[in-house]
Each structure stands twice: as C-alpha cells, then as structure tokens.
C-alpha cells in the first residue's frame, strides 16, 4: 500500500521553528515527486514546496520563501520542511503528497497520493 505518513506539526510561538517529517512507503520513492501543502481554516489547500526531480532543487511559494527549506532523504525515504521564522499565518494542517513524473508543480490537483496531514499552530 502506498503510505505517506506526515509528523513533525505542533504549537511554536511566533518566531520559532518546526520540522515536518514525510516518510514514504509502496512506491519507488526515487521516480516521484513530493510536495508539501497546507490548508489553513477557512482557505484553499495550496502548495509550499517540493524538489524538482529533473535538477533536484528545491522551490517554494512566495508566502515561505527564504523561511522554509525542503530537503529529501532517499535512503530513508523521508522528506523533510525545515520552517523557520514562523508566523501566525502559518497556522495549518500540512500535507505531503506525491505524484510519479518531473517537474514541482505546487497546484494540489498535479498530486494523486496524499499523506493524513499534521497540525502546526503558531501562536502571536
């Protein structure tokens, strides 16, 4: 079974830091590509970062850029959202999700398997 199990969410203060945790399983991690995404209450899920398979690098949506950083760790399978300088408006249940191909579109409709989602609250 394909399996993406997101943990690493939690309270933080304005300021402070998190890192969410993404661990795959049933699929050939290696010829995916993973992103990240969230949904605050009241919002539309959008896209925050995923790594680019064809040059390896990292992008980001303007509302993270230059706070958060995204990693991947294909021996372990994990991928990794490094978030820091975090900021009230961050507030959201976050997700990783994954689709087999290139590129790192940050539209939720390019992904088809999708992680439970974890909460990150953070509080002014």
């Known amino acids: 079974d394909v399996q993406l199990q997101a943990s690493g969410g939690g309270l933080v203060q304005a300021g402070g830091s998190l890192r969410l945790s993404c661990a795959a399983s049933g699929f050939a991690f290696d010829r995916y590509v993973i992103g990240w995404f969230r949904r605050a209450p009241g919002k539309k899920r959008e896209g925050v970062s995923c790594i680019n398979r064809s040059d390896g690098n990292p992008y980001y949506s303007d509302s993270v850029k230059g706070r958060f950083i995204m990693s991947s760790d294909n021996a372990k399978k994990t991928v990794y959202l490094q978030m820091n300088s975090l900021k009230p408006e961050d507030t959201a249940v976050y997700y990783c999700?994954?689709?087999?191909?290139?590129?790192?579109?940050?539209?939720?409709?390019?992904?088809?398997?999708w992680g439970q989602g974890t909460q990150v609250t953070v509080s002014s």
């Open positions: 999700a994954a689709f087999r191909g290139w590129g790192c579109p940050l539209s939720p409709g390019s992904y088809y398997y």
